[in-house]
């Protein structure tokens, strides 16, 4: 399928328990790079419509990237329940195995997720050795095991705020350590001075790195 007039089109993606409800925008151009974005924490309210999720999904969108985010299981139109990560997981590695089969002339594959989608979209980038880069914001080190990036297959940008209420720095500080020693790879962390966990007014120095990021890292291709 193709987006008339390349807009952002509503879509059902076939998932592992059901239709999954998504957003996508492909780009004109076959050859461009492909990003998944995944949402926060469905018991929390999290949705693909959250604003830190919608302005990931447009700054790909703006570097000509064929873009789609995903309805976790249960969470708007998507069929299911919440399942603890695993079914999420799931879900997107099946919405990622169609964004690939729209664009499979894709010059690069990202993975990017915000919050608990950035758990998801780091244990996804563990399985599929065609992801080139991934960016997580507001990751949550002290409530999910990290652990599991041992090492870390590629690169990527990790975006938090220095004042997030749900995550000590220490944490961060901690996954940076241990991310930055990894040979072969580079992990990017930016921290975002008197941001919270959501972004909260911080939105525009979030995109800015975010956009800085992608532009760096697509130059390349």
């Keep these: 399928m193709t987006s008339k007039d390349n807009k952002i089109v509503e879509i059902f993606i076939p998932g592992p328990a059901g239709r999954l409800e998504a957003k996508y925008y492909k780009s004109k151009k076959n050859t461009s790079p492909i990003c998944l974005v995944l949402h926060p924490h469905p018991e929390y309210g999290g949705t693909m419509n959250n604003k830190v999720v919608v302005d990931t999904f447009q700054a790909f969108m703006n570097n000509d990237f064929s873009v789609c985010r995903v309805n976790f299981r249960g969470v708007g139109k998507s069929d299911g329940e919440f399942d603890n990560g695993q079914g999420e997981l799931a879900d997107a590695a099946a919405a990622l195995d169609w964004l690939e089969r729209e664009n499979f002339d ?13 758990l998801i979209a780091m244990q996804l980038l563990m399985r599929r050795p065609e992801i080139n880069r991934f960016v997580a914001l507001s990751p949550q080190p002290n409530v999910y095991d990290f652990s599991f990036l041992s090492p870390c297959p590629t690169s990527g940008s990790i975006i938090y705020g220095k004042k997030d209420e749900l995550v000590p720095v220490e944490n961060i500080n901690e996954l940076n350590k241990r991310l930055s020693s990894q040979k072969g790879i580079k992990v990017e962390f930016d921290a975002i001075s008197e941001a919270n966990h959501f972004f909260t007014k911080h939105g525009e120095q979030v995109m800015s790195s975010l956009n800085k990021y992608i532009k760096k890292e697509t130059a390349v291709y």
């Design 106 to 118: 894709n010059s690069q594959c990202w993975i990017a997720g915000f919050s608990f989608g950035s």
